[in-house]
């Protein structure tokens, strides 16, 4: 009996103390099928939590297209959001310093209904949240199904928001990933680990869809398209292990948002080449090499002469 | 039997003696407790003397009663009696008083007297009159009142702030010319020279009018309205559009932030924006600070600001999640960050005492928390540098591990609770080690905790933990779980 009491307190009083509350948030809970949807997904917590992973059960009529981290108060993503073989989406994060207050946006979802009736979205058990504290003590979570009716002949809100801004500016970081190779961890020898770049940006519209890194030898400003798109772009995630481990090339990391707004960012190089391994030092060897050899040619022509 | 020979022995001696002192005509007495029979009043204090040394306090000083009585129990203390009263105002072991509490501008008369350890009291001195030093009967003046203008649409949460040129309290309300009394709101932050009220709830289309009025410490409220007014726009602001890639930044899209806060005098203040640092800057010798941040793009932000006390002993994060809106200035005021703390020592004899030092602001009260069996919760104040020293009586604890914690109080404010602390009690004393203050979480060992030693996390998360692997598993079981990113996240300095 006090079990059962206990049960109906939590679920008529969803804010409890000292536990953290995920909540769906959908735009209207009966849609349509002609058009996807947006269900926003939030935590209420009453003491700083600092790292997050959620586990959303989605059922079967439902698939998931796109679930973004705009305006996310998760800053730093572990796992950025994927659906996982048992139609589950699962991402986790941390927040540095910790979260504390009411409708904390983690993810929206956009999602597109695949047939009529009703359907369940659940907080699985096996998501965790853990406290700003130094033992990292787990949160209790609190969550209620979201129960979405689908009708055929229902419109959609539409959702065309312009996300026109750039991600953020960010500051990529160039630094040894150690790697286990060697006793000595994280010095400065390159024996004992990988040099990566490190990166993080915010995109507060639309969210962050990826980044990609580029290395060279030349510098390019960030602004200059013709020559941007020329570098070698490779879809990137942070850490990633630089092919030039000698840290003579410019870094490019660019971020993109799911609207395709991008914003670049330059590294300049931690050991710039000498001037000699330049491709002005060649020029300038070559061309020494050239009047050398000029002047002994001549020298021998004259001594033939003689 | 024993009894009975017990007092045949002490007849044996009292009634000779006794004898023997009739036979010279003197008197034995027999003291109990203090009243040894010394029937002789104490010499009257001299030179007493009076300085009014503020609007409410005075102070007095005499020399030294002597006590002629036998046998002479000495000079037990002084009474203190004031405006010729018939009960004293208080009573001391020194040659000083300072009297406190009085009225400003007023005229007393003192006088002391001096009482030995029979309680005989002397005459009182000479009287000594001085009058308490006058304040002006001035009101506080108000300036500075923010904020002003129209706000964009979808703005829901503003500081309300202004200054005034005296210390005072203020308080505001909707309703034109209320008393200060009657008026229905005070300020969150407010009894020195700076106010200010974090407003929320706001709407679209709506314009605000605040009635602020102030009292000073002497008591003196404004008879008049200090009005503060703002508007929020009715109709929705709208993004200029733009195509995609490398695009210039949208000039609406930028808004400015303004940090205020406390922390301790002096110190740095570093300012985090999602984690990533932005921004820092000193403390004034009041130990307020203030961060201004410009270019910041429209949307939900996580702020955190952290503060190095004088000892180079750091904070734990103050995290603040706010919405920004496009063409605002935000004011996020009222920023407290918690205490710094530390220890002397990592493992405490018990019984042995235990040193708890840190630093926050300026004369503010610093609650102790010592999470045990037995939770105990003390105080101590902090000296006017805002530097705070603790000595634990261990007896209070058992044997085993224990962990402390401090929060501030100033005035109205209070801050959140320091970072944890861990400690042992046992059967020896063993300092904390220089090494064991090095921060957790740097494996890059830069002395920070920001986005290269996460990196260097996601590079071993869900790969086998190599024995020559940096330290990533902070909990030491073994593997690398969100536990340990939790712990990481706790240490983090950006």
């Known amino acids: 009996m006090h079990k059962l009491l206990l049960l109906i307190t939590i679920l008529l009083v969803p804010h409890a103390a000292f536990a953290a509350v995920i909540s769906f948030d959908p735009q209207e809970t009966t849609v349509?099928?002609?058009?996807?949807?947006?269900?926003?997904?939030?935590?209420?917590?009453?003491?700083?939590?600092?790292?997050?992973?959620?586990v959303i059960d989605v059922p079967e009529s439902m698939e998931v297209v796109d679930a973004s981290d705009g305006n996310s108060i998760i800053n730093l993503w572990i796992e950025r959001p994927y659906i996982n073989d048992a139609r589950q989406l699962v991402f986790s994060g941390i927040v540095p310093g910790g979260f504390e207050g009411y409708r904390g946006k983690l993810l929206t979802l956009t999602i597109q209904a695949k047939r009529e009736g009703v359907a369940r979205f659940i907080v699985n058990p096996s998501s965790r949240i853990y406290k700003n504290d130094e033992s990292a003590s787990p949160q209790p979570i609190i969550s209620r199904p979201l129960d979405l009716r689908v009708s055929a002949g229902r419109d959609n809100i539409s959702n065309?928001?312009?996300?026109?801004?750039?991600?953020?500016?960010?500051?990529?970081?160039?630094?040894?990933?150690?790697?286990g190779s060697s006793d000595t961890q994280a010095t400065s020898s390159i024996e004992s680990g990988h040099w990566a770049v490190s990166f993080v940006a915010q995109d507060k519209g639309s969210g962050i869809a990826g980044y990609a890194v580029a290395e060279s030898f030349s510098r390019i400003e960030p602004a200059d398209e013709r020559k941007v798109r020329r570098l070698s772009w490779r879809d990137a995630e942070s850490p990633y292990v630089l092919a030039d481990q000698r840290l003579s090339s410019y870094v490019y990391v660019k971020a993109i948002d799911k609207e395709g707004n991008v914003r670049i960012e330059r590294l300049d190089p931690q050991q710039p080449r000498p001037w000699y391994r330049t491709a002005l030092g060649y020029i300038l060897i070559a061309l020494i090499a050239l009047i050398i050899l000029n002047a002994l040619r001549t020298r021998i022509n004259i001594s033939r002469r003689k | 039997m024993k009894k009975l020979a017990s007092l045949i022995i002490i007849a044996a001696v009292l009634i000779p003696l006794s004898l023997y002192a009739n036979s010279f005509n003197l008197t034995l007495t027999f003291c109990n407790g203090l009243d040894c029979g010394d029937v002789t009043a104490p010499s009257t204090p001299t030179n007493l003397e009076a300085e009014a040394v503020s609007t409410s306090q005075i102070n007095l000083s005499w020399d030294a009663s002597i006590d002629p009585g036998f046998p002479a129990l000495g000079i037990l203390g002084y009474k203190?009696?004031?405006?010729?009263?018939?009960?004293?105002?208080?009573?001391t072991t020194g040659l000083s008083y300072s009297d406190t509490g009085l009225a400003d501008g007023t005229l007393y008369t003192y006088t002391v007297s001096a009482f030995d350890g029979a309680y005989n009291e002397s005459a009182q001195s000479s009287s000594v009159s001085t009058t308490t030093l006058s304040v002006p009967s001035v009101a506080p003046n108000a300036s500075n009142g923010s904020p002003s203008g129209t706000f964009a649409a979808g703005t829901t949460e503003t500081t309300l702030s202004l200054a005034t040129d005296i210390a005072a309290t203020c308080k505001y309300g909707t309703v034109a010319d209320t008393a200060?009394?009657?008026?229905?709101?005070?300020?969150?932050?407010?009894?020195?020279?700076?106010?200010?009220?974090?407003?929320?709830?706001?709407?679209?289309?709506?314009?605000?009018?605040?009635?602020?009025?102030?009292?000073?410490?002497?008591?003196?409220?404004?008879?008049?309205?200090?009005?503060?007014?703002?508007?929020?726009a009715s109709?929705?602001?709208r993004v200029p559009g733009g195509g995609g890639g490398d695009k210039d930044e949208l000039p609406l899209s930028q808004v400015n932030v303004i940090v205020r806060g406390i922390a301790y005098p002096g110190s740095t203040i570093n300012l985090l924006k999602d984690g990533l640092a932005v921004a820092s800057t000193q403390a004034g010798p009041d130990a307020n600070f203030e961060i201004q941040l410009s270019g910041v793009g429209s949307g939900t932000f996580t702020f955190s600001v952290w503060a190095m006390d004088s000892q180079g002993v750091r904070s734990t994060l103050y995290p603040f999640t706010v919405t920004l809106t496009s063409g605002v200035t935000t004011v996020i005021g009222g920023v407290f960050i918690p205490p710094t703390v530390s220890l002397d020592l990592s493992t405490v004899k018990r019984g042995d005492p235990l040193r708890v030092l840190g630093q926050t602001v300026p004369n503010?009260?610093?609650?102790l928390i010592f999470h045990s069996d037995t939770e105990i919760i003390d105080q101590v104040a902090a000296d006017a540098r805002g530097v705070w020293n603790y000595v634990l009586d261990t007896l209070k604890l058992e044997y085993g591990d224990h962990t402390a914690q401090a929060r501030a109080a100033k005035a109205t404010d209070i801050s959140t609770l320091s970072k944890t602390l861990s400690f042992k009690v046992g059967t020896v004393n063993i300092p904390v080690k220089k090494e064991t203050s090095a921060l957790i979480g740097d494996y890059n060992a830069d002395k920070k905790v920001d986005l290269v030693d996460f990196s260097i996390m996601l590079y071993w998360y869900k790969r086998p933990l190599a024995t020559t692997a940096p330290p990533v598993d902070l909990n030491r079981d073994g593997k690398l779980d969100l536990v340990d990113f939790s712990i990481f996240a706790y240490h983090w300095t950006g």
Do not use: W
Not at chain 2, 364 to 367: N, Q, Y
């Open chain 1, 32 to 54: 349509g099928m002609s058009t996807p949807f947006l269900v926003g997904i939030t935590i209420d917590s009453d003491t700083p939590v600092n790292t997050i992973r959620g």
């Open chain 1, 160 to 179: 065309e928001i312009p996300d026109t801004a750039l991600p953020e500016r960010f500051m990529p970081v160039v630094a040894l990933i150690p790697d």
């Open chain 2, 80 to 91: 203190i009696y004031r405006n010729g009263g018939g009960t004293e105002v208080a009573t």
């Open chain 2, 180 to 232: 200060y009394a009657a008026l229905p709101n005070t300020f969150s932050t407010t009894g020195g020279t700076a106010h200010s009220k974090l407003l929320s709830g706001l709407a679209n289309g709506v314009t605000y009018t605040y009635y602020v009025r102030c009292q000073s410490t002497t008591n003196v409220a404004m008879t008049s309205d200090y009005t503060i007014s703002f508007a929020v």
């Open chain 2, 235 to 237: 109709a929705p602001v």
């Open chain 2, 364 to 367: 503010a009260t610093v609650s």
